[in-house]
């Protein structure tokens, strides 16, 4: 059981609780006297069930609060003291951006799958033994967080060993026999399947945006909408709010590239740069939008604003009205958010994968060679 301790803010809070199996963290305010009761409510659950905690196995991480005040609740509720990162659910949890060598315990998983066996196996072997044991070791920590460059780059050096030279780590380079950006390319597009870490890592972060952007009946979803765009349209306002939550929202180009947006009420569409209309207003109305007082205004401001002083900066321009009457005559039968993706009506991280791919010209030769009957080394070869 892991304790996260927090100066005392009014009014008091309850207990936020997170938990899988028998993995469980408490957020609680560094009070004691809610500390206390929090230990007789488990004291009291121990004696009617049996089941009693192990103090000495618990932590109790700080934010904010000094090193005294610390040691003292640690040894009222009778645990260790732990600093953070620490790993929750196999992943490092902290108020900072995880660094390269909090995530080493996971390029040691994929390190340790370069068994020796697969110095004996064939190139098809290998290629079967990338795509199906240690590319799935990564996809965890993907759909969380954002993975650092040389992550990335670590495990995609082992991915190469193993897929070129087995498991002898002597043999001298060069025995690559097609560049790794070849290899990364789908089988249809001429290349062997094997996972683009980045581009996945992106296509999985993005569900988050498709929850967030969509409303979602999500905790997370309610509390940053709450909390920093209640009057503000997410993707044109200043980054606020955690690492993870501005790793997410910088991929909202790539995600509003393959998205539209339905109207419902506009809150969380920019009038000027989303496309909710059969194009963007900005490059369709470009002198109009030159005169936008706020071209990061959502269509909710725009529908609902007063009169036009508080829209453009006037006097407008004979092009500028003219494409202003143009305008308003569209807009006259749009309803007055719902993202849909460009595929259809839901996001999946591997549609998305493959419509990265989609428009890529190859010859017709490489989907017939892996859908043919020949055995898996003669496809490689081919």
Partial sequence: MDLLTTPIPQPMADFPIVQYADDTLLLLQADAKQLFFLKALLHSFAISTGL?????????????????????????????????????????????????????PMMDRVERRLSACSTWLSYSGRLEMVNSMITPITTYAMCTIKLPKGVIDNIDRARKQCLWRGNDAERKKGGNLVAWEIVMKPKEKGG???????????????????????????????????????????????ESG??????????????????????????????????????????????????????????????????LDSLFLLPLSQQAFEELETLQAQLQDIPYDRWIPVWGNTYTSQRFYSQVFKNMDTHPIFKIIWKSRCTPRVKFFA
């Fill in 242 to 307: 955690s690492f993870w939550w501005k790793d997410v929202l910088t991929l909202n180009i790539i995600f509003r590239g393959v998205v539209r947006c339905e109207l419902g009420n506009g809150s969380s569409v920019c009038f000027w740069d989303d496309l909710w209309t059969d194009s963007v207003l900005a490059q369709t109305y470009p002198r109009l939008a030159s005169f936008a007082r706020n071209r990061g205004a959502s269509v909710l401001e725009i529908m609902e604003a007063i009169d």
């Fill in 52 to 104: 009693h905690v192990n103090y000495r196995k618990s932590h109790m991480y700080p934010i904010h609060i000094t090193q005294e005040k610390l040691s003292h609740l640690a040894a009222m509720f009778g645990c260790d003291v732990g600093s953070m990162p620490f790993t929750y659910l196999g992943l490092p949890m902290g108020t900072t951006k995880p660094k390269f060598e909090d995530l080493t």
């Fill in 192 to 238: 062997l399947g094997v996972l683009n870490l980045r581009l996945q890592n992106d296509a999985l972060l993005m569900k988050h945006l498709s929850k967030f952007y969509n409303k979602a009946d999500i905790p997370w979803v309610h509390l940053i909408w709450n909390k920093y765009y209640s009057t503000k349209v997410p993707h044109v306002a200043r």
